[in-house]
């Protein structure tokens, strides 16, 4: 099955090389490559169904049968419909991971985060825009893409736990560096209009990083 979300077809397992900070993604088997199929074509008929004709009037049946899958097989990989349009691709949650492992080991974590996350947002700027669209489109779309953040935020959870020597279970740091990279996504879909195009997505993505880095002082008036 061929899917119109143009995600990378090269993903694998994140391995980070010892004593490096480079990262590289392992190919990944002919079963895992058939369920990433399953799954992108699932999303690709759920983006294109309710673009058509909005989220109240489309059904799991529907996307299923668009995806030429039974409905079993879509509660293989998603919990709902709004699921199937919001949650992220594996390739998008292993690109992540491979740009953070991939940052200097001397970068401050939060400018390492910055850079990792728009080197993702670039590589994935299409679907998100396609995304955003969805949602703007169908309000009740926002609660749901907030939560499917989840597999995004635990990569960077980990990562900065490992990055600062913190535990995760008592140290706030690494959730805050999560919680900050989730608000840049929130803002960035609610905010960005698609008249604006590819630029503006971006450069909307990067001013939110760019203000907290600067300690959130105030815009100068006038």
């Not at 099955?1 to 590289?24: C, D, F, K, L, Y």
């Not at 990944?28 to 169904?49: D, N, P, V, Y």
């Not at 953040?149 to 706030?172: C, H, M, Q, S, Y």
Request: hydrophobic share 40%; net charge negative.
């Amino acid at each position: 099955m061929e899917s119109n979300n143009p995600v990378p077809q090269t993903g694998g397992h994140i391995r980070t090389h010892a004593g490096s900070s480079t990262a590289s993604i392992e190919p990944i088997g002919l079963r895992e490559r058939k369920k990433r199929e399953t799954f992108r074509a699932l999303q690709s008929a759920a983006w294109r169904l309710v673009a058509e004709r909005g989220l109240e009037n489309v059904t799991v049946d529907e996307i299923a049968a668009a995806a030429n899958v039974s409905k079993r097989t879509f509660f293989n990989y998603f919990d709902s419909k709004e699921a199937a349009i919001v949650d992220p691709d594996p390739g998008r949650v292993e690109c992540l991971a491979a740009s953070l492992a991939a940052r200097p080991a001397d970068e401050p974590p939060l400018q390492a985060l910055r850079s990792a996350s728009m080197a993702s947002l670039t590589c994935h700027a299409r679907d998100l825009q396609r995304l955003t669209t969805l949602v703007c489109a169908n309000p009740g779309l926002l609660g749901p893409q907030v939560q499917a953040f989840n597999p995004l935020r635990k990569v960077i959870v980990e990562w900065a736990a490992e990055r600062t020597g913190t535990d995760p279970d008592t140290d706030i740091y690494p959730e805050l560096l999560a919680g900050v990279t989730s608000l840049m996504l929130w803002l960035t879909v609610s905010r960005w209009r698609p008249e604006t195009g590819d630029e503006a997505f971006i450069q909307l993505a990067d001013e939110i990083f760019v203000l907290l880095a600067n300690g959130l002082a105030a815009p100068q008036k006038g």
